[in-house]
């Protein structure tokens, strides 16, 4: 498939600029893989979809105030996106300004302290905190680094709620938006229900945001996120298969996260799970046997998930919708199927749903292989 093939007219108002007062209170579009059926509902509904012993996986990332404004030794304005934290005083970080500064420069905070640029690698920098660490820079000066698509400067409201309720572990740009529907109340709901949960971690990158630019998907290069899927969590994907229960990710996130365990836990390819990601096609990928077991997974990972693509964890999904062209929607569509996935969206804009980070959700079943 072609780059082409993912694309859909989305007009700009349906683009969520801001969250809905309550977490719950978006829409749900349920979508059934084999069948292809649409049913419209509400997210206070996915109670309804689920069954007692279905296992929900959480992406339990943390988003970090990433976005720092500088200057320029000339006195001109850099953005700072901070992508990737190597240790406390050094980063790789996207640089916006009117002209890019030269390596070996200092950038200068509001406050005096300052930033080196050390190297490039591709578009990021590589920057070291000359006085003091990066978190507490973030902490004072960092700002919440809300989605280009988002016209909007970030507000008070945006610290809490571009934040899921659940998150921990600190490191994330962007958040794993599938769970920014969650409040506690429907958390309480779900463990009364005998809904089990389990989490683990992928810190989202600001890349996830990157068009795809080749139209040939074969040239595209992932970016690289860094994940975790611990013993505890693999424990408790492995009991629930044995009860003949369902494994539900919420957000690609964790599709990507337990996708790339199970590549490297048991693909039949040669090689690290990086050079799975890189060097196989989705060809190879869809016709990867299932692994005997899943063994825990922590490093970075660029798997490409488009069609074809065989699952091996995931039976179904919570999500968002999401951009044209995207590896994203490119994703949703393996997992429950182009044609369904693209009638899905042309139903959604139809019927006025919202989209991306602050938008709407969709409950998809995966399409039968």
């Given at each position: 498939?072609?780059?082409?093939?993912?694309?859909?007219?989305?007009?700009?108002?349906?683009?969520?600029?801001?969250?809905?007062?309550?977490?719950?209170?978006?829409?749900?579009?349920?979508?059934?893989?084999?069948?292809?059926?649409?049913?419209?509902?509400?997210?206070?509904?996915?109670?309804?979809?689920?069954?007692?012993?279905?296992?929900?996986?959480?992406?339990?990332?943390?988003?970090?105030?990433?976005?720092?404004?500088?200057?320029?030794?000339?006195?001109?304005?850099?953005?700072v996106l901070i992508e990737r934290m190597v240790d406390d005083r050094e980063a790789f970080a996207h640089l916006r300004a009117s002209k890019t500064p030269r390596l070996g420069a200092e950038l200068?905070?509001?406050?005096?302290?300052?930033?080196?640029?050390?190297?490039?690698?591709?578009?990021?920098?590589?920057?070291?905190?000359?006085?003091a660490a990066l978190p507490k820079l973030m902490q004072r000066h960092g700002h919440m680094p809300l989605p280009p698509y988002i016209r909007r400067a970030d507000d008070a409201a945006d610290i809490?709620?571009y934040q899921t309720v659940y998150a921990e572990r600190e490191g994330a740009v962007a958040a794993p938006t599938a769970g920014l529907h969650f409040d506690q109340p429907m958390l309480d709901r779900?463990?009364?229900?005998?809904?089990?949960?389990?989490?683990?971690?992928?810190?989202?990158?600001?890349?996830?945001?990157?068009?795809?630019?080749?139209?040939?998907?074969?040239?595209?290069?992932?970016?690289?996120?860094?994940?975790?899927?611990?013993?505890?969590?693999?424990?408790?994907?492995?009991?629930?298969?044995?009860?003949?229960?369902?494994?539900?990710?919420?957000?690609?996130?964790?599709?990507?996260?337990?996708?790339?365990?199970?590549?490297?836990?048991?693909?039949?390819?040669?090689?690290?799970?990086?050079?799975?990601?890189?060097?196989?096609?989705?060809?190879?990928?869809?016709?990867?046997?299932?692994?005997?077991?899943?063994?825990?997974?922590?490093?970075?990972?660029?798997?490409?998930?488009?069609?074809?693509?065989?699952?091996?964890?995931?039976?179904?999904?919570?999500?968002?919708?999401?951009?044209?062209?995207?590896?994203?929607?490119?994703?949703?569509?393996?997992?429950?199927?182009?044609?369904?996935?693209?009638?899905?969206?042309?139903?959604?804009?139809?019927?006025?749903?919202?989209?991306?980070?602050?938008?709407?959700?969709?409950?998809?079943?995966?399409?039968?292989?």
């Amino acid at each position: 498939m072609r780059r082409s093939d993912f694309h859909f007219d989305l007009p700009d108002e349906l683009i969520a600029q801001r969250p809905l007062a309550e977490r719950s209170a978006s829409r749900l579009l349920a979508l059934d893989g084999a069948t292809g059926r649409q049913t419209d509902l509400r997210f206070l509904d996915l109670p309804s979809l689920l069954q007692a012993g279905d296992l929900l996986v959480f992406n339990d990332t943390r988003v970090i105030p990433a976005r720092l404004f500088a200057r320029k030794p000339t006195g001109g304005q850099v953005e700072v996106l901070i992508e990737r934290m190597v240790d406390d005083r050094e980063a790789f970080a996207h640089l916006r300004a009117s002209k890019t500064p030269r390596l070996g420069a200092e950038l200068q905070l509001a406050d005096g302290e300052r930033l080196l640029i050390l190297d490039r690698e591709d578009d990021l920098f590589r920057l070291r905190a000359l006085d003091a660490a990066l978190p507490k820079l973030m902490q004072r000066h960092g700002h919440m680094p809300l989605p280009p698509y988002i016209r909007r400067a970030d507000d008070a409201a945006d610290i809490e709620r571009y934040q899921t309720v659940y998150a921990e572990r600190e490191g994330a740009v962007a958040a794993p938006t599938a769970g920014l529907h969650f409040d506690q109340p429907m958390l309480d709901r779900l463990a009364q229900a005998g809904i089990k949960t389990a989490h683990i971690t992928l810190h989202v990158g600001a890349g996830t945001f990157q068009p795809v630019r080749e139209e040939d998907l074969d040239q595209h290069r992932m970016h690289a996120e860094w994940l975790e899927v611990n013993e505890k969590a693999v424990a408790q994907i492995e009991a629930t298969r044995a009860t003949g229960s369902r494994i539900i990710a919420v957000g690609t996130t964790s599709v990507r996260s337990l996708e790339t365990a199970a590549a490297a836990s048991g693909s039949d390819i040669a090689g690290s799970e990086d050079q799975l990601a890189d060097a196989a096609s989705p060809e190879q990928l869809a016709s990867v046997t299932a692994p005997l077991g899943l063994r825990p997974y922590r490093g970075e990972s660029r798997l490409f998930i488009r069609p074809p693509y065989r699952f091996r964890v995931v039976d179904a999904m919570i999500t968002n919708f999401h951009l044209p062209g995207s590896t994203l929607l490119m994703l949703v569509s393996a997992f429950a199927g182009h044609e369904a996935i693209m009638a899905a969206y042309s139903h959604a804009v139809s019927q006025r749903y919202r989209f991306f980070s602050y938008g709407d959700a969709m409950f998809l079943t995966r399409v039968k292989s």
